[in-house]
Every structure is written in C-alpha cells, then in structure tokens.
C-alpha cells in the first residue's frame, strides 16, 4: 500500500525556520513528482511546491517563493520542505501528496495525514 | 493564478436524495491538445486528508464509489453525488491543475438534512 507519513511540524517564532521531511513507501517514489499542500486551522486547501522525479524542476506558489525549497532524495524514498523565514500566515498542516507519474499536470493521488505546523510568538 | 469558486459553500441534503456541487474557473481548464479538462475533486472528511475522488473533470478514481461523478467542460463543472449517504458527510474540494499554482476551490461543507 502507498503510504506517505510526514513528521517535522512544531511551534516555531516568526522568523524561523523549519525542515519539514515525508517518507514514502509502497511505490516507485523516484518514478512520481510529488508536493506539498498546507491547509490552516479551519481553512481550505492551498498547493504550496512541487518537484520533479529526478529534482531538477520545482515550482512554489508566490507566497513561499525564496522562504521555501522543496527537496528529495529517491535513494532514502524521502522528500522535504525546507521553511526559512516563516510568518504566522505560514501555520497550517503541511500534506505530503503524491504527483502524476508521466507529468506534473496531474492531481494528488495520495496523501499523507499531514504534520502541524504553528508559527507564533 | 486560476481562481475555483465553488457553490454553495454549504448545503444540507436527505439521505438518499441527489446533491449538486458546482465549481467555476476564472479561465478554461480544456486543454485542446488532448481533450482533457484539467480539473479535480476531493472528499475530505473531519480530521482526515483529503481523498481524489475525480480527475479529468469526469474519471472516477479507483475505488469510488459510482454514485459520485463528475461532468463540465472549460470553466465550469459540476460534482454529483446520486443517493446522499450518511458516510458523504464532508467537506469538498475542486482543484485545477492546468496551470502552476494549481489552486482549489474554497470548499463545499455537505451535511445531512
């Protein structure tokens, strides 16, 4: 089964940082893009990056561009999100997703349960 | 960025009876190359992540159940659930994912009536 657990999330101050990391299991993890999704306490869905099989494309959504950088290492199944600068916007529950196989142009088959992230003083 | 609105942000259906949820994009999400809407939707019940139940507008993920199903084409689309549950109880989301970033829509609550 394809299973995806994040871990990472904590209290952090504004203007610190955080190293978000997702382990993937039951698939070909080097063979899919993935992304991250955060959704805030009581609020919708917002996809926050998403990178390529091999690591070498990534796209953020303009509120975390140059705070965040998504990573991945297929030889440990794992990927991350690496979150410098944060603001107490930035709270939510961060979801580990699994991409499309032959292209990024494709919706989040799988979810992981997600890990809390509060960024408050 | 392409904004989802999505309507009604709440509705309230008997069980048993048919529940419409809309969703309509700023642009076309129809891209001509391929025919394909590039267009999503997700359950996600309390405390839960969320789970695809439609892609391509209209194709039923493996696993869900056929009294869920999706139509619209270009800017607007529609997810029909035929004979209410009381396991459909949740929030639901479309999403697009034509163009970076792929944005969703605010979400439908779905209670029972």
């Known amino acids: 089964d394809v299973q995806l657990v994040e871990s990472g999330g904590d209290l952090v101050q504004p203007g610190g940082s955080l190293r978000l990391s997702c382990a993937a299991s039951?698939?070909?993890?080097?063979?899919?893009?993935m992304t991250w999704v955060r959704q805030a306490p009581g609020k919708g869905l917002e996809w926050v990056a998403v990178i390529k099989q091999d690591g070498s494309e990534t796209d953020y959504v303009g509120s975390v561009k140059g705070r965040f950088t998504i990573s991945r290492d297929n030889t440990k199944n794992s990927l991350w999100l690496q979150m410098n600068g944060l603001r107490v916007e930035d709270t939510a529950v961060y979801f580990c997703?699994?991409?499309?196989?032959?292209?990024?142009?494709?919706?989040?088959?799988?979810w992981g349960q997600g890990t809390m992230v509060t960024v408050s003083s | 960025d392409i904004v989802l609105t999505q309507s009604p942000d709440s509705l309230a259906v008997s069980l048993g009876e048919r529940v419409t949820l809309n969703c309509k994009s700023s642009q076309s999400l129809f891209y001509k190359s391929n025919k394909k809407n590039y267009l999503g939707w997700y359950q996600q019940k309390a405390g839960q992540p969320p789970k695809l139940l439609i892609y391509?507008?209209?194709t039923r993920e493996s696993g869900v159940p056929d009294r869920f199903s999706g139509s619209g084409s270009e800017t607007d689309f529609t997810l029909t659930i035929t004979g209410l549950q009381a396991e459909d109880v949740a929030l639901y989301y479309c999403q697009q994912y034509y163009g970076a970033p792929y944005t969703f829509g605010q979400g439908t609550k779905l209670e029972i009536k």
């Open positions: 039951g698939f070909t993890f080097g063979g899919f893009w």
């Open positions: 997703t699994r991409g499309g196989g032959d292209s990024r142009w494709r919706p989040s088959d799988f």
């Open positions: 391509w507008a209209s």
